[in-house]
């Protein structure tokens, strides 16, 4: 069985489409989300009803919980948000319906799962903390803490940088970002897993970030940084 698993969508709706078309060339029977479906960007109804058009099992990361706080009432920092993460938020709890609020802060923080007699862990940050960053240039102190925690596969995002460390003992991959990748090759990230051989391939599929581009020159003229990282090369 061939497995989607995305990360980090941040509401960019060009770059969900070309994944989910991908994903039924690939045929793909079923999909997982690591979380991080809203903020920078401005689609956050229509990301969240294709998530749910294809039965995608979500987590939540941590600008879906600062979100979640926000609809609580929590305001105190809204302001500071924007001015770092730009006006997606605002797109967020001025667009979204009680409905689709109601699924978002419902979503878990982290999943375990067995699928075809392996152990998984689903996780925006790390097994131990929801919010801790590993990064494909992480330690070995950090690589070894990663994989004593009793899975065969462990998939993380949160970073936006596509990771995939296997020693044959255990997996550990980080499908990169769908909507705004940070490793300097443009494209919208994520990964198959195939059960049958427990093989993991890391894709990235080309979109129209020039509609997302236009987007951030109405949204966020001010905020350059929300529309180059999506073209940045190195």
Not at 29 to 53: F, M, N, T
Not at 137 to 159: E, P, S
Not at 203 to 226: G, K, M
Request: glycine letters at 6%; a negative charge.
């Amino acid at each position: 069985m061939k497995i989607g698993v995305i990360s980090d969508i941040h509401a960019n709706l060009p770059a969900l489409e070309s994944v989910f078309e991908a994903g039924r060339v690939e045929n793909i029977k079923h999909w997982y989300c690591l979380g991080d479906i809203v903020s920078y960007y401005y689609w956050p109804a229509e990301c969240i009803e294709l998530l749910r058009e294809h039965s995608v099992d979500c987590i939540a990361g941590n600008h879906d919980r600062m979100l979640c706080n926000m609809y609580n009432q929590n305001h105190s920092s809204f302001n500071d948000y924007i001015k770092k993460y730009g006006s997606g938020i605002k797109v967020a709890l001025d667009t979204l319906t009680n409905d689709q609020v109601d699924w978002f802060c419902a979503l878990p923080e982290k999943l375990n799962v067995s699928i075809d007699g392996y152990k998984v862990l689903l996780c925006n940050g790390s097994p131990w903390d929801l919010d801790y960053y590993v990064y494909p240039d992480a330690d070995n102190k950090v690589r070894q803490r990663m994989k004593k925690t009793g899975y065969d596969l462990i998939f993380f995002g949160h970073t936006h940088y596509p990771v995939l460390w296997d020693d044959s003992r255990v997996i550990v991959v980080n499908p990169g970002s769908v909507g705004q990748t940070r490793d300097s090759k443009p494209g919208a990230c994520w990964a198959i897993w195939d059960t049958e051989d427990n093989s993991i391939s890391l894709r990235r599929e080309t979109y129209n970030y020039e509609v997302v581009i236009e987007a951030c020159c109405r949204y966020d003229p001010d905020n350059s940084y929300l529309q180059n990282i999506l073209t940045r090369r190195k």
